[in-house]
């Protein structure tokens, strides 16, 4: 008798669980109540956690001191495979979680280690990166990557703007590096947003990186605005809004391209042709809402899986506001953990009890 052939394909537990850690937890899972079945772990990102650890399998992986979200040197990886293709994940270098409890300040915080890492990839050899858009501690537009990247940021007297989203309003003059120092750049984001706007990076994400007041919101926006004005490239773009603005930056400046974090990653990790391989599929997340259909590539999975005909089950830390559509694309009920003092217990112990349904 075959084995009952089950794809694992779950992201970050924010916060918890690696998009491999989860894999691993809901495999054990998996292994409690169905022993003999035939599992395939393929855990997925779509530019924020785990897009490094997702995409750098058979690669090289170069280490760097570059510049932290708060201005504090750290330490930052990116992957290097053999076909001059480099992994950069951006919340690596200025993301929320490289920032300590209670001193979240998207005014100052700056994106300039993501330059840093791309100069330091083109030294290596990379002639393309991928970099991961997702989890930042920023609002700077991409400001902070410019500078790291050799561009000058000026303001009327000719001095060179200090870091964070505060100082953009004062912006006169962008000023390109005499040469390219930084391979192609095709950026992988997890939002569809805008730059600016009711829909834009400050109104949505900006009280989870630190915006407190009104005041702090509208002069990070008219910000943003200010370096759109200099731009020619439309702040309007999908996806510009992604990390905090830093999509607009390289994308309006360094000529990178913007596209779909989650088709991205799947369509490298060859998902599709895993997929026509198994009987089914147990993805997850930390929360599945009603984002998670915008974009994220949990949403992704369930698209293709619905698609493909194949069964469909989920796990999740909790079920959040407007999750309620997803239902349309599961075979099942997503199953909540519920443990964020063990998460990993609390998915080995929820996949467990979605494989007695099978």
């Given at each position: 008798?075959?084995?009952?052939?089950?794809?694992?394909?779950?992201?970050?537990?924010?916060?918890?669980?690696?998009?491999?850690?989860?894999?691993?937890?809901?495999?054990?899972?998996?292994?409690?109540?169905?022993?003999?079945?035939?599992?395939?772990?393929?855990?997925?990102?779509?530019?924020?956690?785990?897009?490094?650890?997702?995409?750098?399998?058979?690669?090289?992986?170069?280490?760097?001191?570059?510049?932290?979200?708060?201005?504090?040197?750290?330490?930052?990886?990116?992957?290097?495979?053999?076909?001059?293709?480099?992994?950069?994940?951006?919340?690596?270098?200025?993301?929320?979680?490289?920032?300590?409890?209670?001193?979240?300040?998207?005014?100052?915080?700056?994106?300039?280690?993501?330059?840093?890492?791309?100069?330091?990839?083109?030294?290596?050899?990379?002639?393309?990166?991928?970099?991961?858009?997702?989890?930042?501690?920023?609002?700077?537009?991409?400001?902070?990557?410019?500078?790291?990247?050799?561009?000058?940021?000026?303001?009327?007297?000719?001095?060179?703007?200090?870091?964070?989203?505060?100082?953009?309003?004062?912006?006169?003059?962008?000023?390109?590096?005499?040469?390219?120092?930084?391979?192609?750049?095709?950026?992988?984001?997890?939002?569809?947003?805008?730059?600016?706007?009711?829909?834009?990076?400050?109104?949505?994400?900006?009280?989870?990186?630190?915006?407190?007041?009104?005041?702090?919101?509208?002069?990070?926006?008219?910000?943003?605005?200010?370096?759109?004005?200099?731009?020619?490239?439309?702040?309007?773009?999908?996806?510009?809004?992604?990390?905090?603005?830093?999509?607009?930056g390289l994308a309006a400046f360094a000529g990178?391209?913007?596209?779909?974090?989650?088709?991205?990653?799947?369509?490298?990790?060859?998902?599709?042709?895993?997929?026509?391989?198994?009987?089914?599929?147990?993805?997850?997340?930390?929360?599945?809402?009603?984002?998670?259909?915008?974009?994220?590539?949990?949403?992704?999975?369930?698209?293709?899986?619905?698609?493909?005909?194949?069964?469909?089950?989920?796990?999740?830390?909790?079920?959040?506001?407007?999750?309620?559509?997803?239902?349309?694309?599961?075979?099942?009920?997503?199953?909540?953990?519920?443990?964020?003092?063990?998460?990993?217990?609390?998915?080995?112990?929820?996949?467990?009890?979605?494989?007695?349904?099978?």
């Amino acid at each position: 008798m075959q084995s009952l052939r089950v794809l694992v394909a779950p992201t970050a537990f924010k916060g918890t669980l690696s998009p491999r850690q989860a894999a691993e937890a809901i495999a054990s899972g998996i292994r409690r109540t169905r022993p003999h079945a035939h599992i395939v772990l393929l855990p997925v990102a779509d530019g924020g956690d785990g897009f490094l650890e997702c995409l750098s399998a058979e690669a090289t992986l170069h280490w760097n001191e570059v510049t932290g979200p708060l201005g504090e040197q750290i330490s930052a990886p990116f992957a290097l495979h053999s076909d001059g293709t480099a992994i950069i994940e951006s919340a690596r270098c200025c993301g929320v979680t490289l920032v300590p409890a209670g001193s979240l300040d998207p005014m100052r915080a700056t994106s300039r280690g993501v330059g840093e890492l791309l100069r330091e990839a083109r030294a290596v050899g990379a002639s393309r990166a991928l970099v991961g858009l997702g989890g930042s501690a920023t609002n700077d537009g991409g400001a902070g990557a410019l500078q790291g990247l050799g561009f000058l940021l000026l303001d009327d007297a000719g001095t060179e703007l200090g870091p964070g989203g505060r100082s953009l309003g004062r912006l006169a003059r962008v000023v390109p590096p005499k040469r390219v120092d930084w391979p192609e750049i095709v950026c992988a984001c997890d939002v569809e947003n805008p730059l600016l706007g009711p829909s834009g990076c400050t109104a949505v994400y900006g009280p989870q990186k630190g915006v407190r007041t009104p005041e702090q919101s509208e002069l990070l926006e008219a910000g943003l605005a200010r370096l759109a004005s200099l731009a020619d490239f439309s702040p309007d773009t999908p996806r510009a809004g992604a990390a905090g603005g830093l999509a607009f930056g390289l994308a309006a400046f360094a000529g990178a391209k913007l596209l779909a974090g989650s088709e991205l990653v799947l369509e490298r990790l060859r998902f599709d042709e895993r997929l026509a391989e198994c009987d089914l599929v147990i993805t997850g997340e930390g929360k599945l809402d009603d984002q998670t259909a915008q974009g994220k590539v949990v949403g992704e999975v369930l698209k293709r899986a619905r698609r493909a005909g194949v069964r469909l089950y989920a796990v999740c830390g909790v079920l959040g506001p407007g999750w309620e559509p997803l239902k349309d694309l599961l075979t099942a009920d997503p199953l909540e953990t519920r443990q964020p003092q063990n998460a990993a217990q609390g998915v080995e112990d929820a996949a467990a009890a979605l494989a007695e349904r099978w």
